[in-house]
């Protein structure tokens, strides 16, 4: 079975493929009475849009999103949201190498393994070109939570990270990176036209925070507020690992070091620091909810990679055709995207137990 969607209550499915037509998302279980039209959405797909600078492929799509179902008098009905992206910038032909032998590192030789065939043309599903959909969904969830802001910036690339003194938020939308970090920026454009001019790739780090989440979203087993979003993370392309709060270096503290001391507060407690990452026990704390993605570099390059063609021959491969030198910058939407499409899906199943926004 090949699942495609995903959420509990505010549930969102994705179809179509990188070489295909087009593309697309169905929300199911959105709250009726939303405003919403393609305005609501189209800033969001314009900050994915691939071909706005050189350390991104160079595919042009406009990325023009299109309502089908769900709205009526520009507010949400409370029946299925479906939209539609169009391809219209596909080049099939690059690929012709692709359809013989297998990319390292690619999803080529799992899907051939389990489907029996496979859709070359960029990956058919595997592709980045998917995450698309889900940027448009994330644009609905985020008018289902207008309480929490969520913010999402490049930390690192090629184990080159920023410097969280020279953090500012502006910076972000300054550069073509998504980096807070202005002197980080700069190194970055060596960085990754050097890989781009090499044939290679980087990977990255994106760091997401959700600020505004109340205390109590979440539950204390299977529907944990950070389990959920660890699986949302998971499920992007050229995903490979995903940390909440302090993550991996929480087991180098000692126990006092890394609790989350409490005072009290004017509006509830006052938490001395959030190494926990807003949650605990699966469920928010108040304090902003906090994960970090890495991004692995991107397998498609022109570096010839030993391999093996589909009848089990030893070759190797270049791929050819338009590819991000690193596919983690274009990802700072879509981990916006799926934090808030988790968050929208959290606050309902919170409203749907305790009766409580």
């Known amino acids: 079975m090949s699942f495609n969607s ?56 406009p990325d023009q999103v299109k309502i089908l179902s769900g709205v009526f ?77 969520v913010r999402a910036w490049v930390a690192e690339i090629g184990g080159d990270a920023i410097d969280m003194a020279n953090f500012e938020t502006q ?5 073509p990176f998504f980096c807070p970090d ?5 190194r970055w454009e060596a960085l990754v036209d050097g890989a781009r001019k090499d044939g290679s790739s980087l990977g990255a780090i994106i760091a997401c925070e959700a600020t505004g989440v109340p205390a109590g979203w979440g539950a204390p087993v299977y529907a ?53 990452g807003g949650t605990a026990g699966g469920i928010s704390t108040g304090q902003p909810v906090f994960c970090r993605v890495a991004f692995k570099p991107t397998s498609s390059i022109l570096t010839p990679v030993d391999t093996i063609t589909r009848d089990g021959e030893a070759t190797e491969i ?9 596919v983690g910058i274009r990802g700072v939407p879509v981990v916006e995207a799926m934090m808030a499409l988790v968050l929208a899906d959290q606050k309902l199943l919170h409203r749907a137990q305790c009766g409580l926004a």
């Open 6 to 61: 995903f959420g509990r209550v505010f549930r969102f499915s994705t179809w179509g493929e990188s070489h295909g037509p087009a593309l697309g998302a169905v929300v199911d279980g959105c709250p009726p009475g939303l405003e919403l039209s393609e305005a609501d959405i189209q800033p969001f797909l314009d900050a994915r849009r691939p071909g706005q600078s050189k350390y991104t492929t160079q595919r042009q799509e």
């Open 73 to 149: 008098e520009g507010k949400t009905t409370g029946t299925p949201v479906s939209l539609m992206i169009e391809n219209v910038d596909q080049r099939s032909k690059d690929y012709s190498e692709v359809a013989k032998a297998y990319r390292p590192g690619h999803a080529d030789y799992a899907y051939d393994a389990k489907y029996g065939f496979r859709d070359y043309r960029g990956g058919g599903r595997s592709s980045a070109r998917e995450t698309a959909a889900r940027v448009a969904a994330g644009a609905i969830a985020r008018l289902a939570i207008p309480e929490v802001s």
């Open 171 to 175: 910076e972000i939308g300054n550069n």
């Open 182 to 186: 202005a002197a980080a920026a700069k």
């Open 224 to 276: 944990k507020l950070d389990s959920e979003i660890a699986a949302a993370m998971m499920t992007i392309n050229a995903t490979k690992g995903v940390e909440i709060g302090d993550g991996f270096a929480a087991a180098r503290l000692r126990g006092e070091d890394n609790a989350d001391a409490m005072r009290p507060g004017n509006e509830g407690p006052r938490f001395e620091s959030n190494h926990a």
């Open 318 to 326: 270049t791929t050819k055709g338009r590819h991000d030198p690193c």
